[in-house]
């Protein structure tokens, strides 16, 4: 017999901070609300809800993607203005484990989105693929860099799919690097003002032949995200 339960459809804080976030030096009080799922931890309409803590007054922001798992919500200054931003994350669930990334700014109570998980991923392309020799050949387009992963310490059954016995490419093989898989606030030079570490997977023939992780480092300038540092990480053998 089915019990109605008003907790299932009523939005719930799944996420709580607080800091100074619209700039008046009052601490502010800020939710993540949605709806979570019966019997599972999946939660929809995930809501950003911002109260004003001399007014009391209460701002929603609806965000792009808004349904996923273990919403998180971190209150710093990342644009150098000494005021907190504020900056979300929620997990998708899916087997590539990409993440919904979103980073506000709320000074004077408007809503200001300075960092958008989607649009990074458009802005921040590669291309992956097989070369002779035990390499795969890694392309950022986005600063024109390219890197060498060596994989000749890969397990033998593995590599003898792949290559010959002269270590030539049996057939043309393209990789790939997943969208976001996690982005990490990092206070790199320790001057109160932080950084974002964006990780992304690099897959081989499928998403589970992970070869390493492209982490990139973006800094504030201006009014944008810029491109810091970037490095290639691979795994040990």
Known sequence: MYTYDPRAIQPQVVAFARKDVTGDRIPDNVYLTGIKTADSPFIK???????????????RVQLRENAGYS???????????????????IESGGSGAFTYDYLYSF????????????KYNGQYEYEVTYQD?????????????????????????YLNEIYDRNGKLKTPIKGFVNPLSGLYPVDFDSNGVYELLAYQK???RYNADALGYVQNTLAWKTDRFVLQNQYVAIFGA
């Open 107 to 118: 000074l004077q109570n408007k809503p200001r989105l300075l960092f958008d998980s989607e």
């Open 71 to 89: 919403p998180t919500l971190f209150l710093e200054d990342f644009t150098g203005d000494g005021i907190a931003d504020i900056l979300i994350r």
């Open 133 to 157: 020799y035990y390499r795969v050949k890694l392309v950022s387009k986005a600063n024109n860099l390219t890197y060498l992963i060596d994989i000749s310490l890969r397990d033998p059954e």
């Open 45 to 59: 309409n995930i809501t950003l809800l911002v109260q004003d803590g001399r007014t009391g007054t209460a701002t």
């Open 202 to 204: 690099v897959a081989g």
